[in-house]
């Protein structure tokens, strides 16, 4: 039987399972005396045991088989745990998941275990000598089966006499002997009664049990037949009636017997990432020819043509929603592997912290999840880092010694904002003034820093590394990358800071990001695309007064500000002077708003976000391009850039 | 490109010269296709354009190899999809016209030769056909510092 | 006519794999089941030929589901799907009413050797 093709299907679910191993052991941890996340270990670390003795995984069986026994241990006598225990199981889950992971690669070679199985066994030995009866063997019953009852209608047990004795031999490679010495024991009561059984049932059980029994059996069956029913319970490898030896069959696979099915059917409830990509490229595809068959049929003024065109269009519209739907994932598979790494960086640094996450049902694109991983590593790792003070140091403040880290996702209508805010020392200012004035962010004079210009100075490229003494040192790589990141994505990110009080980092991301609806707009004989997803309106210039604020020119808007940014002399746009009246397009992101000046708009139209290769000094304002109706190329614009 | 041994190479013109690229790092040739700019990319960049639904970053033969301009109003050509990066990308480049694809003993190219004009460091190999010289580019060192992003 | 069989394993992994078993051995998978609580539930409304049953579920475990199954339907034919070192279990379950048992890791020829001697 070919196991590559179930590998995909093992790591994926092994990881949820190990995922949830973290959640429960700091559920575990935060209160030992609770038994309550042991079942679910338990059951969780049993799964991949099972998964990977099936895969052939021999390392990652035998420490899931260690860490359960040592799991069983807690959850039969519900004692409570030892801190010196849930460290040990939080390094056996991670050299787990290790396992797992290189086993998959096919690295089982690499892997270096006897030093965790070690401290596993020591351990199970520790509890289970500490527990009250405690049996250091893996896995005890867990209630005492009660041995077969003889079915004796002719009197108690006491008539071992009567009856023929039979003798059975299991195969020697059977597992589970005693189970199936139970199952013989069954078959040989539908015969008759059963007596003096060799060993006793409880003896059946034991690990040593070697696979063969006597016992006496009160039938008149022949013993062809006697030998056939008991043969029926399978793994039988000998039976002898009545003293008089019968040689088995020769074996034969069953599977022989079973008639090979035609047709094979996949339940997968899991769809591959690729497929789900591919699929996506496709609609995409579509979606671009659906453009052109709508061009087309308007230039042919044909109902006929136009009522399929329409149809076309619902169609692929719908496909689209549920194909996108089919990309949406929950961003707790993100955020769950968090909490554990804000206890260890906690613990790492001597902090206490409280660590909550919120909205984790909120979803979004698989493909901008997996890249939020990396910048809310960073942006976690500052608040634990710099923003947390130690208990000390927050009693002085007149804080609570535990700080709090909270991470939520919240839906705003076409975008997701997820927050990570800490309730720490907050940063501090006046010592990154310099700094921007020296950097040019603000101006020589300036005597304070906005939230904005703040950011701007902490996701300058190699901040950090030069003010290493400072109380943010660190906080700029971290920002820099995650700003990166969001561009990228087409997403922005926001900071709210206050001294003594905390800080907090709030991205925010469209919800999907294959296929957007945009403005099109003409800026000589270009087209640059612009999401709705970050344009507010779209006014038209000369109805508007422009005015020049702090050098620049802007437009005021109900009484705001917004200033302009001129396309064409951005983008370096060559061609004939564009007409006096042309339309602004004024973007916003996150409370910031820009007038973007082009030629003239060319409609909006769904479209689909690819990326490209920029080459170096292509101009950071776009977040991808896309392919229009006619299949050329155009670029998008990224409204964070153009802020 | 190993000394000895068959070597298979398209040969192509840009400007007054005769050039090359080894045949496996060629994926494609596609008419000329008229690029969408991107602002802010080196001048040797054209564009990007669109190959079944890929967006392909295209550079402009003349410019990178730095021939004279081809007279205005001769918009024919190719446009050659080249694998760069040991395979991991894929970039148009422009010629003026794709001549030949020819098989050739390695051992009958002169290694690495200083040409009038020619930045050395592009030039793989130098061969002849038909009495007509031919430089092999390496086209990885062509390529690679215009993409780099 | 072809057998039906319920699937029940809280890992896809595992269904996945024994569904491919048997269907490639031409029975019929008519549903899965994730818990003890679901695989009662399906039982009674499948009524399948088969069950195979793992014993360690959320949600009431196999052997519990067993019992509650053979309460049902005393004719009931399950196939206990354990794993090494759960031999008290085992026992427990053919206790319960379970007619027999594979072992993980399964190799596709004992399975099905198990489940026609189930099927009998």
Same mark, same amino acid.
Request: overall charge negative; glycine content about 10%.
């Given at each position: 039987?070919?196991?590559?093709?179930?590998?995909?299907?093992?790591?994926?679910?092994?990881?949820?399972?190990?995922?949830?191993?973290?959640?429960?052991?700091?559920?575990?941890?935060?209160?030992?005396?609770?038994?309550? =996340?042991?079942?679910?270990?338990?059951?969780?670390? &049993?799964?991949?045991?099972?998964?990977?003795?099936?895969?052939?995984?021999?390392?990652?069986? *035998?420490?899931?088989?260690?860490?359960?026994?040592?799991?069983?241990?807690?959850?039969?006598?519900?004692?409570?745990?030892?801190?010196?225990?849930?460290?040990?199981?939080?390094?056996?889950?991670?050299?787990? &998941?290790?396992?797992?992971?290189?086993?998959?690669?096919?690295?089982?070679?690499?892997?270096?275990?006897?030093?965790?199985?070690?401290?596993?066994? *020591?351990?199970?030995?520790?509890?289970?000598?500490?527990?009250p009866g405690g049996r250091v063997s893996s896995l005890p019953t867990p209630t005492p089966p009660t041995p077969p009852t003889p079915q004796a209608p002719g009197g108690p047990a006491a008539a071992p006499a009567q009856g023929r004795l039979v003798r059975?031999?299991?195969?020697?490679?059977?597992?589970?002997?005693?189970? @199936?010495?139970?199952?013989?024991?069954?078959?040989?009561?539908?015969?008759?009664?059963?007596?003096?059984?060799?060993?006793?049932?409880?003896?059946?059980?034991?690990?040593?049990?070697?696979?063969?029994?006597?016992?006496?059996?009160?039938?008149?069956?022949?013993?062809?037949?006697?030998?056939?029913?008991?043969?029926?319970?399978?793994?039988?490898?000998?039976?002898?009636?009545?003293?008089?030896?019968?040689?088995?069959?020769?074996?034969?696979? $069953?599977?022989?017997?079973?008639?090979?099915?035609?047709?094979?059917?996949?339940?997968?409830?899991?769809?591959?990432?690729?497929?789900?990509?591919?699929?996506?490229?496709?609609?995409?595809?579509?979606?671009?020819?659906?453009?052109?068959?709508?061009?087309?049929?308007?230039?042919?003024?044909?109902?006929?043509?136009?009522?399929?065109?329409?149809?076309?269009?619902?169609?692929?519209?719908?496909?689209?929603?549920?194909?996108?739907?089919?990309?949406?994932?929950?961003?707790?598979?993100?955020?769950?592997?968090?909490?554990?790494?804000?206890?260890?960086?906690?613990?790492?640094?001597?902090?206490?912290?409280?660590?909550? %996450?919120?909205?984790?049902?909120?979803?979004?694109?698989?493909?901008?999840?997996?890249?939020?991983?990396?910048?809310?590593?960073?942006?976690?790792?500052?608040?634990?880092? &710099?923003?947390?003070?130690?208990?000390?140091?927050?009693?002085?403040?007149?804080?609570?010694?535990?700080?709090?880290?909270?991470?939520?996702?919240?839906?705003?209508?076409?975008?997701?904002?997820?927050?990570?805010?800490?309730?720490? @020392?907050?940063?501090?200012?006046?010592?990154?003034?310099?700094?921007?004035?020296?950097?040019? /962010?603000?101006?020589?004079?300036?005597?304070?820093?906005?939230?904005?210009?703040?950011?701007?100075?902490?996701?300058?490229?190699?901040?950090?590394?030069?003010?290493?003494?400072?109380?943010?040192?660190?906080?700029?790589?971290?920002?820099?990358?995650?700003?990166?990141?969001?561009?990228?994505?087409?997403?922005?990110?926001?900071?709210?800071?206050?001294?003594?009080?905390?800080?907090?980092?709030?991205?925010?991301?469209?919800?999907?990001?294959?296929?957007?609806?945009?403005?099109?707009?003409?800026?000589?004989?270009?087209?640059?695309?612009? =999401?709705?997803?970050?344009?507010?309106?779209?006014?038209?210039?000369?109805?508007?007064?422009?005015?020049?604020?702090?050098?620049?020119?802007?437009?005021?808007?109900?009484?705001?500000?917004?200033?302009?940014?001129?396309?064409?002399?951005?983008?370096?746009?060559?061609?004939?002077? =564009?007409?006096?009246?042309?339309?602004?397009?004024?973007?916003?992101?996150?409370?910031?708003?820009?007038?973007?000046?082009?030629?003239?708009?060319l409609g909006q139209q769904e479209i689909v976000v690819k990326s490209f290769d920029a080459p170096q000094g292509t101009l950071p304002v776009f977040s991808g391009a896309t392919i229009m109706g006619d299949g050329i190329p155009a670029l998008i614009l990224?409204?964070?850039?153009?802020? | 490109?190993?000394?000895?041994?068959?070597?298979?190479?398209?040969?192509?013109?840009?400007?007054?010269? !005769?050039? $090359?690229?080894? $045949?496996?790092?060629?994926?494609?040739?596609?008419?000329?296709?008229?690029?969408? @700019?991107?602002?802010?990319?080196?001048?040797?960049?054209?564009?990007?354009?669109? %190959?079944?639904?890929?967006?392909?970053? /295209?550079?402009?033969?003349?410019?990178?190899?730095?021939?004279?301009?081809?007279?205005?109003?001769?918009?024919?050509?190719? !446009? +050659?999809?080249?694998?760069?990066?040991?395979?991991?990308?894929?970039?148009?480049? !422009?010629? *003026?016209? /794709?001549?030949?694809? /020819?098989?050739?003993?390695?051992?009958?190219?002169?290694?690495?030769?200083?040409?009038?004009?020619?930045?050395?460091?592009?030039?793989?190999?130098?061969?002849?056909?038909?009495?007509?010289?031919? +430089?092999?580019?390496?086209?990885?060192?062509?390529?690679?510092?215009?993409?780099?992003? | 006519?072809?057998? !039906? +069989?319920?699937?029940?394993?809280?890992?896809?992994?595992?269904?996945?794999?024994?569904?491919?078993?048997?269907?490639?051995?031409?029975f019929e998978i008519v549903g899965e089941a994730e818990s003890g609580v679901q695989a009662v539930a399906k039982y009674k409304e499948l009524k399948p030929d088969l069950v195979t049953m793992d014993i360690v579920m959320p949600d009431m475990g196999g052997?519990?589901?067993?019992?509650?199954?053979?309460?049902? *339907?005393?004719?009931?034919?399950?196939?206990?799907?354990?794993?090494?070192?759960?031999?008290?279990?085992?026992?427990?379950?053919?206790?319960?009413?379970?007619?027999?048992?594979?072992?993980?890791?399964?190799?596709?020829?004992?399975?099905?050797?198990?489940?026609?001697?189930?099927?009998?």
């Amino acid at each position: 039987m070919d196991l590559s093709q179930y590998a995909e299907l093992f790591l994926a679910e092994a990881r949820e399972h190990l995922s949830a191993c973290n959640q429960l052991l700091l559920e575990w941890e935060r209160n030992p005396t609770n038994p309550g =996340p042991v079942g679910g270990l338990f059951r969780a670390v &049993h799964t991949v045991k099972g998964m990977a003795a099936t895969m052939g995984y021999a390392g990652v069986t *035998d420490v899931a088989h260690r860490i359960e026994s040592l799991l069983d241990l807690f959850r039969r006598n519900a004692h409570p745990a030892s801190e010196e225990v849930i460290q040990l199981l939080f390094r056996a889950r991670d050299a787990l &998941h290790q396992a797992v992971e290189l086993s998959v690669e096919g690295r089982e070679r690499e892997l270096a275990l006897a030093e965790i199985i070690a401290e596993l066994d *020591d351990a199970a030995g520790r509890v289970a000598s500490a527990a009250p009866g405690g049996r250091v063997s893996s896995l005890p019953t867990p209630t005492p089966p009660t041995p077969p009852t003889p079915q004796a209608p002719g009197g108690p047990a006491a008539a071992p006499a009567q009856g023929r004795l039979v003798r059975v031999v299991l195969r020697p490679e059977a597992p589970l002997k005693g189970g @199936r010495a139970l199952l013989v024991l069954r078959k040989a009561q539908s015969l008759g009664a059963v007596y003096g059984v060799t060993p006793s049932p409880p003896e059946l059980e034991a690990d040593d049990f070697d696979g063969s029994l006597a016992f006496r059996l009160e039938s008149s069956a022949p013993a062809e037949q006697v030998e056939a029913t008991l043969r029926a319970a399978g793994d039988v490898e000998q039976v002898t009636v009545g003293g008089a030896e019968v040689p088995g069959p020769p074996r034969e696979a $069953a599977s022989g017997a079973v008639e090979a099915g035609e047709v094979v059917r996949s339940r997968h409830t899991r769809v591959d990432r690729r497929r789900l990509d591919a699929l996506m490229d496709l609609i995409g595809e579509l979606v671009t020819a659906r453009g052109r068959l709508s061009e087309l049929a308007a230039e042919r003024r044909d109902p006929a043509v136009d009522d399929v065109a329409i149809q076309i269009s619902r169609l692929s519209s719908d496909l689209q929603t549920e194909i996108i739907q089919a990309r949406m994932t929950p961003v707790w598979q993100l955020f769950d592997r968090f909490p554990r790494l804000i206890r260890d960086l906690a613990r790492e640094l001597g902090k206490q912290v409280a660590f909550r %996450v919120e909205g984790k049902e909120i979803e979004l694109d698989r493909a901008i999840l997996d890249e939020l991983g990396d910048p809310l590593l960073h942006l976690l790792r500052n608040a634990v880092d &710099h923003g947390i003070e130690t208990a000390a140091e927050r009693r002085r403040q007149g804080k609570g010694p535990e700080g709090e880290v909270v991470l939520a996702a919240v839906r705003e209508h076409s975008s997701v904002a997820i927050s990570v805010a800490d309730d720490g @020392r907050g940063i501090d200012r006046t010592r990154i003034l310099e700094r921007a004035r020296r950097d040019g /962010v603000v101006e020589a004079r300036a005597e304070a820093l906005s939230d904005d210009q703040l950011l701007r100075v902490l996701a300058r490229p190699g901040f950090s590394t030069a003010e290493r003494v400072t109380s943010v040192s660190g906080r700029g790589v971290g920002v820099d990358v995650a700003l990166t990141r969001m561009r990228a994505l087409g997403g922005s990110i926001e900071l709210h800071s206050e001294l003594g009080k905390g800080s907090t980092f709030v991205l925010r991301l469209p919800v999907t990001l294959a296929i957007v609806r945009a403005l099109i707009a003409g800026v000589g004989r270009e087209r640059y695309a612009l =999401p709705l997803t970050y344009v507010s309106e779209t006014v038209e210039l000369g109805t508007a007064a422009t005015t020049t604020v702090e050098g620049r020119e802007a437009i005021v808007l109900r009484d705001r500000v917004v200033p302009l940014v001129h396309l064409r002399e951005l983008l370096g746009v060559a061609g004939e002077i =564009p007409p006096a009246r042309r339309p602004i397009i004024v973007v916003e992101m996150g409370g910031r708003r820009a007038g973007v000046v082009v030629d003239g708009m060319l409609g909006q139209q769904e479209i689909v976000v690819k990326s490209f290769d920029a080459p170096q000094g292509t101009l950071p304002v776009f977040s991808g391009a896309t392919i229009m109706g006619d299949g050329i190329p155009a670029l998008i614009l990224d409204a964070g850039g153009l802020l | 490109m190993s000394d000895a041994g068959i070597v298979r190479l398209l040969l192509f013109r840009v400007g007054g010269l !005769t050039w $090359a690229a080894e $045949a496996t790092m060629v994926r494609e040739i596609l008419p000329r296709l008229e690029p969408t @700019r991107i602002p802010g990319a080196p001048r040797a960049v054209a564009g990007l354009i669109n %190959v079944r639904g890929t967006l392909v970053t /295209v550079v402009e033969g003349w410019r990178a190899l730095r021939q004279p301009e081809p007279p205005a109003g001769t918009q024919s050509g190719s !446009t +050659v999809l080249l694998q760069v990066s040991r395979g991991r990308k894929v970039v148009g480049f !422009t010629v *003026d016209e /794709v001549t030949d694809l /020819v098989s050739v003993d390695g051992a009958a190219l002169d290694r690495r030769q200083a040409l009038p004009g020619v930045d050395p460091s592009l030039v793989q190999a130098v061969g002849r056909r038909a009495g007509q010289l031919f +430089v092999v580019l390496n086209t990885d060192a062509l390529l690679t510092p215009i993409l780099a992003s | 006519m072809s057998h !039906t +069989v319920l699937v029940c394993d809280d890992a896809i992994f595992m269904r996945t794999m024994i569904g491919d078993i048997l269907a490639q051995a031409g029975f019929e998978i008519v549903g899965e089941a994730e818990s003890g609580v679901q695989a009662v539930a399906k039982y009674k409304e499948l009524k399948p030929d088969l069950v195979t049953m793992d014993i360690v579920m959320p949600d009431m475990g196999g052997i519990d589901a067993v019992r509650e199954i053979v309460r049902l *339907d005393p004719d009931a034919k399950i196939l206990m799907c354990s794993a090494m070192g759960q031999q008290a279990l085992v026992v427990e379950a053919i206790q319960a009413g379970a007619k027999d048992f594979v072992v993980k890791p399964f190799q596709p020829s004992r399975v099905l050797e198990a489940v026609q001697r189930v099927l009998g």
